[in-house]
């Protein structure tokens, strides 16, 4: 059949075609990309804002830990739970020692300045004082003992100021309103300021200042404790401390400061064992090749939960010191790092936690900016059940803010936060909790998520420029549509490092809006 124009006019056909273009728009428009991928979103240059939406706190907490918890308590390490009856006084005076001792199985001598200590006797209790220049305090014993420390300022030019030759427990116990002071040179012999084949339990509200000027600051070869005492290692040429078999802070105040020479030092250092703390504050700034090191390596080694660390609580701030020195801050070279509690800022150049075998988030608020490497990286697994996480990585490709080389990477609980400018991390696939996926933001900009009812989701004041941000928080849900706002400001609000836990936000300029998809992992980086 043939037409001609006056059968079929030709606005005819411009109004079948028209139709036909906005019905296969709105078709196309209504398509979704896999959920395990991506959700459909759409970017927008309006400039709509959004105005006083209140701020709220979210539950962090874990409904199901993952890892370790050991708290490494043992009561026979508590001064309480011991009894030191037998008084032996030592008072330094310059280079000679005044030394009080009526104890059986005691016997004391002295030379040049340094005071020699061999005891059978059991319940004794080695109260020392004063200053000598060179000199030092070296104890033999066959039982357990104290070790008061009360005003002792002892500096030694060819060995360790104290050197405890026995593997028996040291209770060193700094006396109350004291202040001592332990430093050796470059001479030394022994290697450590304060060193001890055995173990070293500190206790008291005194204080001690260890400088190491020739290796570590302290060591110890088995058990190194902390509870309730405030030590300050001053100087440290290879670690500030090393415990060969166990470190645990139960309380207290521990500080290092130090510029090692020697390769793979470390602000704390486990040999062989658990690295534990319990509670207390540690502060740490070097230029070590680690704050925190759990640093046992061996192939045939296959009890890694052994070697593993441990944070339950507590305050710990560990900064690198050197923009030049690869600095990680917690490490564990063979087993796990676990952290159940605590709060922790970790600024340095490598890896701020960095696990062989796992990394198991369970709880605390934990804070890290990493220049050079991985914000948090694990050779084997990543769990979060819980917590608040701010992981900041400025390092480009193909480091990222998380990784677990391509093994299981699980959120399940708390509120992450993860950015950088290199590789998108790793892929959280197993996840339960709903995790998200976008795309780049500027520094010193808030980026804010609410939901259609205009119910904030996240709040994030961004420290540096990125590519990719990862967010999981319990606000998030599956198949939901939300709102992305960049700019603005809050108001009358707190933070945890740029993450606000209250406030009012405003002022924000509507980016985007995006459907989380039916699986717990949507990216939509467009």
């Given at each position: ?18 139709g036909?273009?906005?019905?296969a728009?709105l ?7 896999e959920?395990?991928?991506?959700s ?16 709220t ?5 874990s409904?199901s830990?993952v890892g ?10 508590v ?22 001792n ?7 001598t ?10 059978t006797?059991?319940?004794?209790n080695?109260q ?6 060179n000199g030092?305090l070296?104890?033999?014993s ?16 060819s060995d360790?100021?104290?050197k ?23 001479s030394?012999?022994?290697?450590a300021t304060?060193?001890?084949a055995?173990?070293?339990l500190?206790?008291g ?5 260890v400088?190491?000027n020739?290796?570590?600051?302290i ?12 030590i ?28 090692p ?7 704390v ?30 192939s ?6 052994a070697?593993s660390t441990?944070?339950?609580g507590g305050?710990?701030n ?7 020195a690869e ?10 790092v ?15 936690i960095?696990?062989e ?5 369970n709880?605390?608020?934990i ?17 979060i059940?819980?917590?608040?996480l ?19 990477f699980n ?6 936060v ?9 892929s ?17 900009q ?27 928080t ?13 700019g603005?400001?809050v108001t ?14 405003s002022?924000?300029?509507l980016?985007?809006?995006f459907?989380?998809g039916s699986s717990?992992?949507t990216?939509?980086?467009?």
């Amino acid at each position: 059949i043939i037409m001609n124009k006056k059968t079929f006019p030709i606005n005819v056909l411009k109004r079948a075609f028209l139709g036909f273009a906005v019905t296969a728009t709105l078709l196309t428009s209504c398509s979704r990309d896999e959920d395990s991928t991506s959700s459909s979103s759409s970017s927008t240059t309006s400039s709509t804002t959004t105005n006083g939406v209140s701020i709220t706190s979210t539950s962090y907490t874990s409904s199901s830990s993952v890892g370790l918890t050991n708290t490494g308590s043992d009561s026979t390490d508590v001064l309480a739970n011991n009894s030191f009856n037998n008084t032996v006084t030592i008072a330094f005076n310059g280079s000679t020692a005044t030394v009080t001792n009526s104890v059986s199985g005691v016997t004391v001598t002295q030379s040049n300045g340094v005071v020699t200590i061999n005891s059978t006797a059991s319940g004794v209790n080695y109260q020392v004082s004063g200053t000598v220049s060179n000199g030092g305090l070296n104890i033999t014993s066959s039982n357990q003992f104290k070790l008061t420390l009360n005003g002792a300022n002892i500096t030694n030019t060819s060995d360790a100021p104290i050197k405890i030759n026995s593997a028996v427990k040291a209770f060193v116990e700094l006396a109350s309103g004291t202040t001592n002071t332990l430093a050796d040179t470059s001479s030394n012999s022994t290697r450590a300021t304060l060193y001890s084949a055995g173990s070293l339990l500190f206790s008291g509200s005194g204080s001690l200042s260890v400088a190491g000027n020739n290796a570590d600051a302290i060591q110890a070869a088995a058990k190194v404790r902390l509870t309730n005492a405030t030590i300050n290692i001053t100087a440290a040429v290879n670690d500030g401390i090393q415990a060969g078999t166990l470190f645990v802070m139960d309380s207290g105040t521990l500080n290092i400061t130090s510029s090692p020479t020697v390769s793979y030092s470390k602000g704390v250092s486990v040999l062989k064992g658990y690295l534990i703390v319990n509670d207390g504050t540690v502060t740490i700034n070097t230029s070590a090749s680690a704050g925190m090191s759990n640093q046992w390596v061996s192939s045939t080694q296959s009890n890694e939960s052994a070697y593993s660390t441990i944070i339950n609580g507590g305050t710990i701030n560990i900064t690198s010191t050197s923009s030049s020195a690869e600095t990680e801050g917690i490490e564990s070279n063979h087993g796990s790092v676990n952290i159940n509690g605590g709060t922790l800022t970790l600024k340095v150049t490598d890896d701020a936690i960095n696990g062989e075998s796992s990394v198991n988030i369970n709880g605390g608020q934990i804070y890290t900016y990493v220049t050079g490497n991985d914000a948090i990286d694990s050779n084997g697994t990543m769990y979060i059940t819980g917590g608040m996480l701010v992981a900041v990585s400025t390092a480009a490709a193909p480091e990222t803010s998380l990784d677990s080389d391509q093994n299981t990477f699980n959120i399940s609980g708390g509120i992450v936060v993860a950015i950088t400018p290199g590789s998108t991390p790793s892929s959280p696939s197993a996840s339960t909790q709903p995790v998200v996926l976008l795309g780049s933001g500027s520094a010193s900009q808030i980026i804010h998520l609410q939901d259609s009812s205009s119910k904030e989701v996240i709040t994030f004041l961004a420290p540096a420029a990125y590519s990719n941000i990862l967010i999981s928080t319990p606000n998030l849900a599956k198949s939901t549509t939300y709102k992305v706002y960049k700019g603005g400001s809050v108001t009358g609000g707190s933070n945890f490092n740029g993450l606000y836990t209250s406030g009012t936000y405003s002022g924000g300029t509507l980016s985007k809006t995006f459907t989380t998809g039916s699986s717990s992992y949507t990216q939509s980086t467009n």
